[in-house]
């Protein structure tokens, strides 16, 4: 056996018995102290603030782990606005949990939340969730302003080596239905995520806000929501020593090839 085969086999030995990396990402979100207020920009026409929404809450949680052929756990729930709801998803190395929290959404200092949180560990493996406090059509009185605001809380995002991804945000959305043009829409978002090359990118405020005007004698309808969403995935990711060993084997090859280039010239 000549000194090429020798030293590929000796390379290919060295990378065989290096470890992949445990890949491992844990990403969570949560909003609190949701609230809605309404102000009535024209007291005097006689039509009270008012505002009504079609539907509530509803959580959902997923894991999926691709050393297993075709598996992923989901579960979800839906309930009023403002109920407390939990749900949560375990499948092999990936694991999720969504909650919506009890509050009063009219109420300072007393309003519901929302809290996501995904982690996933080994390669490829992926887990999302979303604590979703309203996802909802409504009808907004005439000549009355909505305000949705929340506080920020944790955003948190980790990984452990290049290749993996993680994402948190809370955000709040207000959107008319109308589409016409005086059609209106405002939202606020904070989030944290790490990119697979290691980028970081956030927005961070402390609190956000969403808001909505009719200024129209008509009532207008629209859609609304507030949610605190996590994700987080990994893929198969040498250590970085592996990199290294492999430098060395091709180190270990260049002498055999220039023998044997020296060897063919004579």
Not at 1 to 18: E, K, Q, R, Y
Request: proline share 5%; hydrophobic share 40%; charged share 5%.
């Amino acid at each position: 056996m000549n000194d090429i085969t020798w030293a590929a086999l000796a390379a290919a030995g060295l990378l065989a018995v290096v470890p992949q990396a445990q890949a491992t990402v844990t990403t969570s979100a949560t909003l609190t102290n949701f609230q809605y207020q309404l102000f009535d920009l024209d007291p005097g026409d006689g039509i009270p603030a008012s505002v009504s929404f079609d539907s509530g809450a509803f959580v959902q949680a997923q894991a999926r782990d691709i050393a297993i052929p075709g598996s992923s756990q989901f579960q979800s729930a839906s309930g009023a606005f403002g109920e407390a709801l939990s749900v949560s998803a375990l499948q092999g190395l990936s694991n999720s949990q969504a909650q919506t929290f009890a509050g009063n959404p009219t109420s300072a200092g007393a309003g519901p939340g929302g809290f996501a949180s995904a982690s996933t560990a080994g390669a490829g493996n992926d887990a999302y969730a979303s604590g979703t406090l309203l996802n909802s059509g409504f009808t907004l009185s005439p000549r009355t302003l909505l305000v949705f605001t929340a506080s920020v809380g944790n955003l948190s995002v980790n990984t452990s080596v290049l290749g993996e991804y993680s994402y948190a945000s809370v955000s709040l959305g207000i959107y008319d239905s109308s589409n016409g043009p005086t059609s209106q829409q405002s939202y606020g978002q904070a989030y944290a995520s790490i990119q697979s090359d290691g980028s970081t990118y956030s927005s961070l405020p402390g609190s956000i806000t969403a808001s909505f005007t009719n200024l129209s004698g008509l009532s207008v309808s629209g859609f609304a929501y507030a949610q605190a969403y996590a994700y987080a995935s990994t893929t198969a990711v040498p250590e970085p020593q592996t990199y290294g060993l492999m430098l060395l084997g091709l180190m270990a090859l260049a002498p055999a090839i220039r023998r044997r280039r020296q060897g063919l010239g004579d």
